[in-house]
């Protein structure tokens, strides 16, 4: 494309200009879109958020001869632009038109590069009707010459330089005021780097070059203030922090309304603002709390103000958000305040210094004299670079210090339901316009409906803390281990958000080296059901110490659920496994039935009695009591494991049948591989899982012998310990078991009536157990020098490594243990 011509013949100093709607953009170093103003989106059609931080290239396609398209009006730009360039070039706005443009282009350059400062004009009313003048503050008319063919006007852009100092710090006052609203510092600069390329200037019909100032809808050509210390014309300056009021196109007093949010522009129309903040505020309702988590939220809220709004946010908590502990009320005084910040997001593509200086998850000490204090607003349209450093420590982040000259800051407090949950930062690039106060009251509005989000994540967090150490609470945390069986279990809820239920499990050690397995499930869901089943879970262990048959203990559970309340109901199965005899005893409560494999791989499901629910009563519960052989498999589960939608029961339970147990599988293996098989996840009931897997004693690791009822029988009872363990190799226990033993069957045969048993297990440890008829548990007591009783269960208490009591079904059992020599 041939270059279009330009002119240095300096302008007259006659004071006269031509006033033109004018566009202002800015392609950055990296080729997007920098700055757009309102004059741009009335020029080319394109909105700001549609554009900023944009690629350039495509935007303007430009139309020149017979084939439209072919070049993008800013890539041609830049391409004419060395230094500065003027000309008329015609485009395309955004809904096809073609546009007669004139443009005034600068290599500026910036801290990041060299940018493309664009000025441009429509041109067609310029040619028809001419520019519009101005002498001072006097609009004059403008009439043509009537030389130009048609009655238009000749209109050639040009660069122009000033002569009279005067007049160019009058032009550069003026110019200034259309550029982008950076900082005092900033603008002088970029107003410095034109002045000597020339300044947009019109050539009227060959014969006048004027310069061309902005021309501003509902404002009047207002003259440039006067420094009297040094008699020279002020450039603009940053805006103060709140609005100052200008005079009016008919002298009287208005406020100027500021540029839309998050977008450099000039002063623009009440209506269009209020359109942005309007948008802003529905896309934070929109974005923002799509999940109960508080992070997510924070995220979101950063992400929605970035780059709209600002090209830095960041959401900072009060730690004790994290924590089971309530947040401070609006009185934070007298403390020093640990905050997290917990998101942070910006526009910046080289992330590094921002990341250094605000990590995600750091602490943040807040002493309670920083200004601003957590639940004060903070405006700072320009920050000075002298203290930048100053307001990094206020804010408790002294890395932030270099990252903050001529940027703008607003911080606002997060505070829902009168209490503050921490402080939200923006801040926004020198390039664009600073925030005001009206960006500050959008900002308070977009934190507040932010901070009522982030008070649901912080109330649903403690919630679930409290559901879930309820649950922890009133769940086994890990199997037991218990001599002859191999125990794994698993809990999920089916509330995703209370994270409770009513399903429940057990494994009890019995006498004997027996152990009592359960699982049961309160009919419905949410913390209601959970307190309930932690009544029913206590009841059941407690009865299982007194060794009650299993259908026995199933009438007591029932009775209590009458005593607790009509709706209270659950199903249950409790099960007895004793791996000396091989044997399985169980009884049902309206529950699905339990799944035996044996250790041939073969499974079936038990046909136990299925009674009725705990709490439905009148209905008679009945025990069934199978053979196991060793390596047989338990599965007991809830009925929330097996209910797919779309099958029945017996379908998940068939499924659950269907070998999904092998021999060499450890408890925790085959808990996993049923979940996996048959837990799907459209679920919404609790899944309690048990599984079991019987080992049994062997019979040369247990020795019981009947005794009679004649005291001689503890010399009796001491040389049957003596003779098993020196069978068992164990001599050097001999002297202390012995001991034990002694003081054991002395007190049981002075309480019994007709039967004394002593009984020496070997299962990893050595368990020795005597039994008697009487139901009177013994009672651990001190011993004075001169008394002759009570020193046996003393003796037992200090010698030996646990021991216990516990009822059978007729009569009591007094045990203890002792570890097995190395």
Not at 187 to 193: A, E, G, K, N, T
Not at 510 to 531: C, E, K, N, Q, Y
Not at 584 to 610: F, M
Request: glycine share 8%; proline share 9%.
């Amino acid at each position: 494309m041939t270059r279009l011509p330009t002119t240095t013949t300096p302008l007259a100093a006659t004071g006269v200009s031509a006033l033109v709607r004018l566009a202002v953009l800015c392609v950055g170093p990296d080729g997007d879109i920098s700055y757009w103003n309102r004059g741009a989106e009335e020029l080319f059609g394109h909105r700001w958020e549609c554009v900023f931080g944009r690629p350039a290239a495509g935007l303007l396609p430009h139309t020149a001869g017979r084939h439209p398209g072919e070049q993008d009006a800013l890539d041609v730009l830049d391409d004419l632009t060395r230094s500065a360039w003027a000309g008329a070039l015609p485009t395309t706005d955004r809904d096809g038109g073609v546009k007669d443009v004139v443009w005034w282009s600068y290599r500026v350059m910036e801290p990041t590069g060299r940018s493309l400062l664009v000025i441009a004009a429509n041109a067609r009313p310029l040619r028809d009707t001419g520019p519009r003048l101005a002498l001072g503050d006097q609009l004059l008319p403008y009439t043509a010459d009537g030389t130009t063919s048609r009655g238009a006007v000749r209109i050639t852009p040009r660069l122009a330089p000033v002569a009279d100092p005067a007049h160019a710090e009058h032009l550069a006052g003026r110019l200034g005021s259309v550029l982008p609203r950076v900082s005092a510092g900033r603008l002088d600069r970029i107003v410095r780097q034109i002045v000597p390329l020339g300044y947009p200037a019109v050539e009227v019909d060959g014969t006048v070059l004027l310069p061309v100032l902005p021309e501003e809808y509902g404002t009047t050509v207002a003259p440039p203030a006067t420094n009297p210390a040094t008699g020279r014309t002020a450039r603009p300056s940053r805006p103060a922090p709140h609005p100052e009021l200008l005079p009016g196109p008919r002298g009287d007093v208005t406020a100027p309304v500021p540029a839309p949010v998050g977008v450099p522009g000039l002063s623009i129309a009440p209506g269009h603002v209020l359109d942005e903040q309007l948008a802003l505020l529905r896309e934070t309702g929109a974005k923002v709390g799509t999940t109960l988590d508080l992070e997510t939220t924070a995220r979101e809220l950063c992400a929605v103000t970035v780059p709209r709004f600002a090209d830095f946010a960041a959401v900072l908590v009060v730690d004790q958000l994290f924590s089971d502990t309530e947040p401070p009320k609006d009185d934070l005084s007298g403390a020093t305040i640990l905050a997290r910040r917990v998101a942070v997001a910006h526009t910046d593509t080289t992330p590094g210094p921002w990341a250094a200086a605000l990590p995600e998850g750091e602490l943040i000490p807040l002493p309670a004299d920083s200004t601003p204090r957590l639940g004060e607003p903070l405006l700072v349209p320009v920050i000075d670079p002298a203290l930048a450093q100053d307001i990094a420590l206020d804010l408790g982040v002294p890395g932030l210090g270099p990252l903050l000259p001529e940027r703008s800051m607003v911080v606002v407090p997060l505070t829902a339901r009168g209490t503050v949950l921490g402080r939200m930062c923006f801040l926004r690039h020198p390039g664009r316009r600073p925030f005001d106060a009206k960006d500050a009251a959008t900002a308070a509005e977009v934190a507040a409906r932010g901070a009522v989000h982030l008070d649901n994540a912080r109330l649903h967090r403690l919630e679930s803390r409290a559901a879930a150490t309820l649950q922890r609470s009133m769940m086994p945390t890990r199997p037991p281990r218990i001599p002859g069986v191999r125990i794994a279990h698993r809990y999920m809820p089916g509330d995703r958000q209370a994270q409770v239920g009513g399903d429940w499990f057990d494994a009890i050690q019995l006498p004997g080296g027996r152990v009592a397995l359960i699982v049961g499930d309160v009919m419905g869901h949410g913390l209601l059901s959970a307190a309930v089943m932690g009544q029913f879970r206590t009841s059941v262990i407690t009865m299982a110490a007194l060794d009650l048959p299993p259908a026995q203990l199933l009438r007591h559970l029932d009775n209590l659920a009458h005593r607790l309340g009509a709706e209270h109901l659950a199903t249950c199965v409790y099960a007895v496994y004793d791996p000396i005899h091989r044997t399985l005893a169980l009884a049902n409560a309206g529950h699905i039935p339990p799944v035996l494999a044996r250790h041939d791989g073969r499974s079936q499901l038990l046909q136990v009695p299925e009674g009725a629910p705990i709490g439905v009563g009148g209905v008679p519960f009945e025990t069934v009591e199978i053979p196991v052989p060793d390596g047989s498999w338990l599965v007991l589960c809830t009925d929330g494991l097996v209910e797919v939608r779309g099958q029945g029961i017996d379908a998940g339970l068939a499924a659950l049948c269907s070998n999904v147990i092998e021999p060499q599988q450890t408890p925790e293996d085959v808990c996993e591989q049923i979940l996996n098989r048959v837990h799907s996840d459209d679920r919404r009931d609790d899944v309690a899982l048990l599984v079991a897997n019987f080992q049994g004693i062997p019979s040369e690791d247990v020795a019981e012998w009947r005794l009679s009822m004649d005291l001689s029988e503890v010399r009796k009872a001491r040389a049957l310990t003596r003779e098993q363990l020196a069978r068992w190799g164990l001599r050097g226990l001999s002297d202390l078991t012995e001991l034990l033993v002694s003081e054991l069957v002395t007190n049981a045969l002075r309480v019994a009536s007709h039967e004394v048993s002593l009984r020496l297990m070997r299962v990893g440890k050595l368990l020795v157990e005597v039994s008697d008829d009487d139901h009177n548990l013994p009672q651990l007591r001190r011993a004075d020098a001169d008394d002759e009783e009570g020193r046996g269960l003393a003796l037992v208490s200090n010698l030996s490594r646990r021991w216990g009591t516990s009822r059978k079904a007729v009569g009591k059992v007094v045990w203890f243990e002792l570890p097995l020599p190395d």
